[in-house]
């Protein structure tokens, strides 16, 4: 394995069968479509065990999925029969969507040897590849979880940098969501973004089936949308899920200083002591 944080199906169905190999089935409905149900009862990627990012959260906030205690997180795995050690490829039903806030937790928790499987379950079904219908029978394993604090920003965070312009803050909802001339999905938020932060909507890294777009045009969208690779970038978006679709783009492209704002809009946009602003970047 490499630093990349992609693995190709194919590079998947080559491994599938390694004894070190966990798959793990990402899943959280689209906030634009709440009810959509998982297809892992019916279809997974064999071996695959479920995670479901509502549930595997912290459950003491009224906050959307937040990051879970490490403590909490271990226990999770271990259920799972996630393990010290492995290796953990990740997928979701949507191409990519969850599988990148799952990745980026792991991360969080200082796993190192955590892939998103690029294009998800449907690239993999396109290509005729097997699934199953039934849980696999994992053994419950040891899991180490150790928050990096680095990786995970909160509302304190999101104030002084946005006051004092030390990190680049980048916000992954639709143009028009930023600008607040679209309604916020979720009820009793306001409309607009964070004083200065930039835009860039998640799927315009993406192609059509779910896989990332090439390194050069992911470079060349971070650039189009006002960020400088070089310098710190603090993601967001409504509530902490496609901002990790932009930590893993620029994890991709090379940045390294990265944290991803885990309340996002659902927190920001839900306070009466917040500043928010209309309109483009």
């Known amino acids: ?29 689209p906030v634009t479509t709440p009810d959509a149900r998982p ?21 003491d906030t009224d906050l959307p999925h937040m990051l879970p205690a490490p403590h909490v997180f271990s226990s999770a795995m271990r259920k799972l029969g996630i393990g010290d050690g492995q290796t953990l490829v990740v997928y979701d039903d949507f191409g990519l969507y969850s599988s990148a806030r799952v990745w980026w937790t792991f991360r969080s928790m200082r796993v190192e040897r955590v892939y998103v499987l690029d294009g998800g379950l449907p690239k993999w079904q396109a290509e005729d590849r097997p699934v199953e219908d039934t849980k696999p ?17 909160d509302i304190d965070h999101i104030r002084s940098v946005s006051s004092n312009g030390s990190r680049q803050i980048l916000d992954a909802r639709s143009s028009a ?59 967001t978006c409504g509530s902490g899920v496609t901002a990790a679709i932009l930590t893993l783009a620029l994890t ?7 944290a991803l704002y885990d309340g996002s809009w659902a927190e920001w946009g839900s306070r009466d002591d917040t500043d928010v602003v209309t309109g483009p970047a």
């Open 1 to 29: 394995m490499t630093d990349h944080p992609l693995v190709t199906t194919q590079w998947l169905a080559d491994h599938l069968s390694s004894p070190d190999l966990a798959v793990i089935n990402a899943w959280m409905p």
């Open 137 to 153: 029978l994992r053994v419950p394993s040891h899991f180490t979880a150790r928050i990096d604090h680095g990786a995970v920003a």
């Open 177 to 235: 969501r930023f600008a607040g001339t679209a309604p916020e999905p979720r009820a009793g938020l306001r409309a607009g973004h964070i004083p200065g932060s930039l835009n860039l909507p998640f799927t315009e890294l993406l192609n059509e089936d779910g896989t990332f777009r090439p390194k050069e045009d992911l470079e060349a969208a971070f650039v189009k949308a006002g960020i400088d690779l070089k310098k710190p970038i603090t993601t």
């Open 252 to 258: 991709i492209v090379g940045v390294r200083d990265l």
């Open 39 to 59: 297809v892992y009862p019916n279809a997974h990627i064999p071996g695959a065990v479920f995670f479901d990012v509502n549930e595997i959260c912290d459950k």
